[in-house]
């Protein structure tokens, strides 16, 4: 499983769908995400992967590893240790892309709503889930670790793990009575006839 929290990435572009397609690529995210933060040189994710896949073409990992740099999937620091460049993951599987204009617009209507009224719950609920989660023996594993990348200096997998909660918040709402309720009262759903 390439990411903890999400089952699919959003597909940008072409070349984004050219580089999923590849069975390899979601190997390395694997062996990338396993690594965490401080990464792997693409010499040892080659090594990884042929212990877990049998004979692997080292040009391949390194071309699709390239491909992934290319795309902003991954960063690359230099490991003094290794005396190589190590590979770690950047991308948000979290992100998602609505149309521009439509987004601004929404954004400059609602800043200060969104601010003022969201941010508190959205907070509220996330540290209240990160407790109950905690407290869980066999929940606990989907807490991020404490660590974070050296480059963005912050935790993608937290990012990840937050952005879920929210999305899983939102499904709810999706599929609740108060949500049927609100379509119903707007117009956009049809009332039932008695």
Known sequence: MANKYYRHHTVKSAQDASVFSDEYTWTILDILRTAGPSGMSAQNVHKQMEAEMGRVSKSKVYGI???MYQNEWIHRTYNEVDEARRNSIKMDWAGIMLEDEYDRVVVEKEKRFINERLFPVFL????KTIEDI???KTSKKWIPEKDYCKPCRKSHEASEFFSSLLDIATAEFMTSEAYLSLLKHLGFAE???D
Not at 124 to 127: A, D, L, P, S, V
């Open 65 to 67: 590893l390239k491909r």
């Open 124 to 127: 509220e609920y996330i540290k």
């Open 134 to 136: 905690s407290k869980d």
């Open 191 to 193: 009332l039932k006839e």
